[in-house]
């Protein structure tokens, strides 16, 4: 039986990030060591900053760590400190095996079910969960496709939606799901259930329905439950992606990295106005990302002269998309700082001096 602690952290699991949910599976998995450390020591063990385990005990809706460390002694006290984590009891995890008797089927069968019931809690988002509740209580016609062993869950959600008093239907025969999706409108619900999520007949039926214009809810299982990809890994995006949302977390997230970006374009503006380089875009539409500036108005020298002197020293700068004038462009995202922007403006200023000086 869980404690109302490990409820309240793992009923908003599913909407946190990355990170929060590190923080989370710490305190889950030691519940009486986090009881007993103050934040900067749980940050630490839990590999994570202290802002993001603050970020998630808000979303569990804790006032604060204080808060949080209170109602957990006061927990720990009242079960007697038997919850000592999720998935620390002797149970958890546990398997058929063939040497056991018939006496450990409804045992792992209970278990078993606990445990996908968990991680059906922990991988729901809250958002996801509201729109699909919306959605089927406001459908004119709610229709159900499913093959072979999803029957049983798609026939068991039919009843209990009709009970509810919703419209809803269910053809277990693929040609019959085809034309029923087909006919569909924009005011009715498709719900596709498929366990391995490959379902060639429930995917097609899916699209069918969405292609009428109906709303489309998938049921399945996914990556989170066992860690694997339906289809081959797109290893290199994972953690490619993983990397950025990291340092963009170290940053101090979007406002402080969105920070960055205006400041290099300020500071960029600025350092070309002095060498008489005007931007092409006025400063009351000028965006952050990429910046367009004019030539200067004695020019004695070509875009690729100058890009590759510029290449040649470290940087790198892009021609303009303007067919009335002559422009180029210098980017301000990415790994960009301060020291970047007055780098490159030393380098123009290096380079327009030297073009104009052989010019004379």
């Known amino acids: 039986m869980k404690n109302n602690i490990a409820v309240q952290i793992e009923s908003g699991y599913g909407d946190l990030r990355k990170s929060e949910k590190q923080a989370a599976d710490y305190i889950l998995n030691h519940m009486e060591e986090a009881a007993e450390l103050p934040l900067d020591r749980l940050a630490k063990a839990a590999k994570v900053s202290q802002p993001t385990v603050l970020r998630m005990l808000k979303a569990a809706g804790y006032e604060g760590y204080r808060d949080f460390r209170y109602q957990l002694v006061a927990e720990l006290a009242k079960t007697g400190g038997a919850e000592r984590g999720r998935g620390s009891g002797l149970m958890y995890g546990y398997t058929l095996d063939r040497k056991e008797g018939l006496d450990a089927v409804p045992l792992n069968i209970t278990m078993t079910t606990e445990r996908m019931m968990e991680e059906t809690l922990k991988n729901l988002p809250l958002t996801i969960?509201?729109?699909?509740?919306?959605?089927?209580?406001?459908?004119?016609?709610?229709?159900?496709?499913?093959?072979?062993?999803?029957?049983?869950?798609?026939?068991?959600?039919?009843?209990?939606?009709?009970?509810?008093?919703?419209?809803?239907?269910?053809f277990s025969d693929a040609y019959l799901q085809q034309i029923t999706a087909a006919g569909l409108t924009e005011a009715d619900v498709a719900v596709g259930i498929s366990y391995s999520g490959e379902s060639r007949d429930t995917v097609d039926a899916l699209k069918a329905a969405k292609q009428a214009g109906a709303c489309t809810i998938a049921v399945t299982n996914s990556m989170e439950v066992d860690g694997k990809w339906r289809f081959t890994s797109p290893t290199h995006v994972v953690l490619a992606f993983a990397q950025a949302m990291k340092e963009l977390e170290e940053e101090g997230g979007i406002e402080a990295r969105s920070r960055r970006y205006t400041e290099n374009n300020r500071l960029l503006i600025e350092k070309m106005g002095e060498m008489g380089i005007r931007p092409y875009i006025d400063s009351t539409h000028q965006g952050p990302i990429i910046t367009t500036f004019f030539y200067p108005e004695k020019c004695h020298f070509t875009f690729s002269q100058m890009y590759e002197y510029i290449k040649d020293r470290g940087y790198a700068i892009y021609p303009g998309k303007v067919t009335e004038a002559e422009t180029f462009r210098i980017g301000n995202i990415g790994e960009i700082y301060k020291e970047d922007i007055e780098k490159v403006c030393a380098i123009m200023k290096e380079f327009l001096e030297e073009y104009n000086h052989e010019e004379n």
Do not use: F, Q
């Not at 919306?134 to 009843?159: C, F, G, K, P, W």
């Open 129 to 170: 969960y509201r729109k699909v509740i919306d959605a089927l209580r406001s459908a004119r016609l709610i229709d159900i496709y499913s093959v072979e062993n999803s029957e049983v869950a798609a026939m068991d959600l039919m009843t209990k939606l009709l009970y509810l008093g919703l419209p809803c239907r269910h």
